[in-house]
């Protein structure tokens, strides 16, 4: 009986050892401080784009519409590089979804995906794997914009356009 008791105490003590444990590891999650890093590395991306495109027009001498094409290129290239470098993810990591939904976002996660599968080679690897991502993205798009052009043009034939 008393070999019970001592069994049923050690288990008891493993149980509150092992939930002091969960306890401790268990990441915690400040939801205020998550949305200001996000407002802040979504703003910071934002300043830097708009700072191109002010450069572009103003001291390259080019129309908006150019020099914002230019902007989206030079975004893109930067987040590529970033990630090609493994600093991308630090900046995900910290700012969340203000680094993950603009355009370098999805930059990042096709030039993520062409590096780790470049080891299986360019055919297999890259060219296959890196339409994991934008794979879909490119088909909804598409597909998105084929459903508005006939909504559109079923307007327009009815004369509500």
Not at 122 to 131: A, D, R, S
Request: aromatic letters at 14%.
């Amino acid at each position: 009986m008393s070999k019970n008791l001592v069994e049923e105490f050690v288990e008891e003590e493993r149980k509150k050892d092992y939930q002091e444990y969960v306890k401790e590891v268990t990441p915690t999650h400040n939801l205020a401080k998550q949305m200001f890093h996000a407002f802040l590395c979504g703003g910071i991306i934002c300043i830097l784009g708009q700072f191109i495109l002010n450069y572009c027009t103003n001291n390259m001498n080019m129309e908006k519409e150019i020099a914002g094409s230019w902007t989206s290129l030079v975004l893109i290239l930067f987040s590529v590089i970033l990630t090609a470098f493994h600093q991308y993810g630090k900046i995900v990591k910290w700012g969340g979804a203000g680094a993950l939904v603009p355009i370098t976002g999805f930059a990042n996660s096709v030039a993520a995906t062409a590096i780790e599968f470049k080891k299986e080679g360019q055919v297999f690897g890259v060219g296959c794997k890196i339409f994991t991502i934008a794979g879909p993205v490119i088909l909804y798009g598409i597909f998105s914009s084929w459903v508005l052009g006939v909504l559109y043009w079923i307007g327009k034939t009815l004369g509500m356009v």
